[in-house]
């Protein structure tokens, strides 16, 4: 298993700002995803946050809006700019553990964004 | 493309009642099939998961989920739920490139 933190867990922005989010995990993981689950609805993948390169972004998502950063293979930022209403979500992060057999992810606990 | 249908926005059930929880799925290549539970105001937590093997998968706090590759099926079940169940439940999806297809939640809501 992976046990996953994020910072902060909540925050309040006003809007046109941009917030970072952090997400550690306590041992070294392939994979990385960030989700976006918005107010009442299901989680939606934002992107894959690759190591050492680029992430890889779904459709909908683009890196002006969501820049993604992975300096290593325990760590992970998501950046919400120029934030908007209609950012206000809970973004999670999550994370690939147990060995090449498997495909569980464990979910970090997200971050709450009320954007005003 | 992968899709997950889960049929019921909402399940209210009493108390010590058994509860089933659908899901329906499609995908072009195989898959494995997981069910996650979010408490209010919490992260998600994994029930239980379908690698391979025994297609009957017990997972934590009584729950166990059957999946029936021929009607494309997942479904979650409990024999007697308590008020502490009372969550939403998400099934999910991934194919080899681990990134989820998640369903649009189920809210379970457990009465006295």
């Known amino acids: 298993s992976a046990v996953i933190s994020q910072k902060p867990s909540r925050d309040i922005c006003q809007r046109g700002t941009s917030l970072t989010i952090q997400c550690q995990v306590d041992?070294?993981?392939?994979?990385m995803f960030w989700y976006r689950q918005q107010p009442g609805q299901s989680l939606t993948l934002i992107a894959t946050?690759?190591?050492?390169?680029?992430?890889?972004?779904e459709s909908g998502f683009v890196i002006d809006k969501f820049p993604i950063s992975r300096p290593n293979l325990t760590f992970s930022t998501l950046t919400v700019s120029n934030m908007s209403p209609e950012d206000s979500s809970i973004y999670l992060c999550?994370?690939?553990?147990?060995?090449?057999?498997?495909?569980?992810?464990?979910f970090g606990p997200g971050t709450r964004l009320t954007v005003l | 493309a992968q899709s997950v249908t889960q049929l019921d926005s909402q399940v209210p059930v009493f108390e010590e009642a058994p509860v089933e929880l659908r899901c329906n799925y499609s995908?072009?290549?195989?898959?494995?099939l997981f069910w996650y539970v979010q408490y209010p105001n919490q992260g998600l937590q994994l029930l239980l998961k379908?690698?391979?093997?025994?297609?009957l998968v017990k997972g934590i706090n009584g729950f166990e989920a059957e999946f029936n590759k021929s009607q494309t099926s997942f479904h979650l079940r409990k024999p007697s739920v308590h008020i502490s169940d009372t969550a939403e439940y998400f099934c999910?999806?991934?194919?080899?490139?681990?990134?989820?297809?998640f369903g649009t939640g189920t809210r379970l809501q457990v009465t006295l």
């Open positions: 995908s072009s290549v195989s898959v494995y």
């Open positions: 999910a999806i991934t194919g080899t490139a681990s990134k989820l297809t």
């Open positions: 041992s070294q993981v392939t994979m």
């Open positions: 379908y690698l391979s093997g025994s297609t």
């Open positions: 946050a690759n190591q050492g390169s680029e992430a890889t972004y």
């Open positions: 999550s994370v690939v553990a147990g060995g090449p057999s498997y495909n569980e992810q464990f």
